[in-house]
């Protein structure tokens, strides 16, 4: 199994812009897709973005579509979450997440699939 940790979240003024860094640990990071997913108080955790392992398939929520982009360098075990024009209501715990697949190219949008999570960072969108 996977062991995820999460990196990068603070305060940001809106149109600012932040990246997360993902960083695995265990077996064969480079087999499993690999997501965001964020909560805010009082809401469920929904998805933000997915990829797969070949880096080659990424999926985005329509609410961050353009603004956020998703990267992976299996290399280093980690997973980028470049938050760019951020709005007020990005304001979440951000957690990365791993889902082990046999598909290359697979990507998931389903909090379901994905078997592995962080324990989160925090980002908040404030003037």
């Known amino acids: 199994q996977v062991q995820v940790a999460e990196s990068g979240g603070g305060l940001v003024q809106p149109g600012g812009s932040l990246r997360l860094s993902c960083v695995a640990s265990g077996r064969t990071f480079s087999s499993y897709t690999m997501g965001w997913f964020r909560q805010a108080p009082g809401k469920e955790r929904e998805f933000v973005a997915a990829?797969?392992?070949?880096?080659?398939?990424?999926r985005y929520a329509a609410s961050v579509r353009g603004r956020f982009t998703i990267s992976r360098d299996n290399a280093k075990n980690t997973v980028y979450l470049q938050m760019n024009s951020l709005k007020p209501e990005d304001t979440a715990g951000y957690y990365c997440?791993?889902?082990?697949?046999?598909?290359?190219?697979?990507?998931?949008?389903?909090?379901?699939?994905?078997?592995?999570w962080g324990q989160g960072t925090q980002v908040t969108v404030s003037s």
């Open positions: 990829i797969s392992w070949s880096g080659g398939s990424t």
């Open positions: 997440a791993a889902a082990s697949t046999a598909n290359r190219n697979y990507v998931s949008t389903s909090y379901y699939e994905y078997g592995f």
